[in-house]
């Protein structure tokens, strides 16, 4: 089952007389831009710290409860392989639609537990809820994150940085938008649940239909492009963080949190400004294109990189390098006969023998693959680590004797580092692929020993050390991500990328379910009961279960410790499998499907002229057309 999509392409599919207005609304440039906005509302499960004291303190939960809470969250937020499946055969505007209803229903019954709206549910019903409302966040993922990658697949890492960058910054956002609204009131937290069940979901569904599959064509400028939003995201941090900063020195008042917010929005919808003059240059080109007229011939001259032209070539055929083309292609290569269409459709062919790296691996082979269980292994280690040290720095602060307003800070330090991790991460491991073919996997291996250090600062109690430890594990979570995301894409091919993305995903709740509910919320327990029979004090019936000192977390961060570095010993065994993959040419492929593209919409325009192709190494090219 398919479902067309517009072949915008960077606006060549708009009728040339169409308003600059619908071109923007339209074009590609938008698109990424709405994508920017559904992901920096989508990082609510990150500010578990900031709300899971509420929920402690009004539903009377020991810690162990609050971790399983804690772990039916991640497992929400990362189990999306129903979305994945749903986004194969569906447009991702009904992905989007999807997770904007969970997120809603989810948190919205949260709140109604946490005010007493409603009689106190079940552990197992409050489980539910949250895995409903945090699953919301992989179907936007899936929706506009995947999307993105699809339609900029030779800029993946840039695009996974930015994307997964704004998820990281949204916890800042939302804080920031909730202090404008209800003030720097604590006794208001429930408030802030109320928030984030409504504000993604309204966010996605005002952007529904900008998000959609477009045609492979890469546009001279393109990284260009993502370095402004880059820049302007890198701005929105900056002020996140001196205001956070500020928070720490001044009490600011409720007309000074409503300026701070307004900064912030203001720095969200900047990008428009990049949006409006990308898509006005492609809407001139269209319009001068239009005028041309078509009585010229079109014809194609191959550039030699040194600029000597050689003779003029026929159009090359794109029915083998069309993105998601029929399904009468498979890896780029027709097939011959109904027969050996339906040996390659088929489920539980050659499992175990998969195509080279970097073609399209069916899923069972990409789950059976000795890379993916390497690499799950890896992100189990690592992600399951981090994610237990966010999920735990309420907790962490106030054993440690923080004070209430820092606890605030650390889930705000963790979220703006989160941000630079990401974008470090896809940014970083992208400039280092292209130029000097630095392994992806490498880097993964390193931000795994790197989160090591802001584990042993909690494991001892440095003073003041959990406010590095929140950068360092921050930086070390966001940073994951994208590595992660990028890796699969490339050793895997993007074909069932929706379903592969969110395969990938699942390491963070078992990582999370292991280390958090097993080793940590069972520790910490152990030592309040032990303090609790040392004090001889008599704890109630349904109060909170609270410990105090360094040794509440001591133990189970030395065990992440040890974790952490098993997973980096192990994610060395998939740099060595792949370093000859990272050598090569990865982006041949795409780079030839842009070239193809390029050459269709310079037909399907019918304007005259000669469209000139400088050919390159790796099979490259970059089409650019002469007036006729």
Known sequence: MAFSNDGGGGGFWANTNSSLAVQVVRGRWFMVFASFLIMSAAGATYMFGLYSSEIKRSLGYDQSTLNLLSFFKDLGANVGILSGLINEVTPPWVVLSLGAVLNFFGYFMIWLA????????????????????????????????????????????????LLKGFVGLSGAIITQIYRAVYGDDSESLDSLILLIAWLPAAISFAFLRTIRIMKVIRQPNEIKVFYNFLYISLGLAGFLMIIIILEQQV????????????????????????????????????????????????????????????????????????????????????????????????????VFRPPTRGDDYTILQALFSIDMLILFFATICGVGGTLTAIDNLGQIGASLGYPKKSISTFVSLVSIWNYLGRVFAGFASEIFLTKYKFPRPVFLTLILLFSCIGHILIAFDVPNGLYIASIIIGFSFGAQWPLLFAIISEIFGLKYYSTLYNFGSVASPIGGYILNVLVTGHLYDREAERQLVASRVIRKEGEELNCNGVHCFQLAFIIITAVTVLGALVSVILVVRTRKFYRSDIYKKFKEEARAAEMEMALDGGGGGVVTVAAGSGGGAAGERKGG
Not at 284 to 301: C, D, T
């Open 114 to 161: 946490v005010t007493k709206k409603i009689s106190t549910p079940q552990v197992w019903q409050m489980c539910l809820y949250i895995c409903i409302g945090a699953n919301s966040q992989s179907f936007a993922n899936t929706g506009a994150l995947v999307t993105c990658v699809k339609n900029f697949p030779e800029s993946r890492g840039v695009v996974l940085g």
């Open 251 to 350: 009490h600011f008042s409720r007309v000074e949190f409503g300026v701070s917010a307004a900064v912030v929005l203001v720095l969200l919808f900047l990008p428009v400004g990049i949006v409006i003059k990308e898509e006005y240059g492609i809407w001139m080109g269209n319009k001068l294109q239009a005028m041309n007229g078509s009585s010229s011939q079109l014809k194609i001259v191959t550039e030699k990189p040194n600029g000597d032209d050689v003779a003029a070539q026929p159009l090359p055929s794109t029915s083998s390098y069309t993105y998601g083309g029929p399904s009468t292609e498979s890896g780029g290569q027709t097939l011959s006969s109904p027969k050996k269409q339906r040996e390659a459709d088929s489920c539980f062919q050659d």
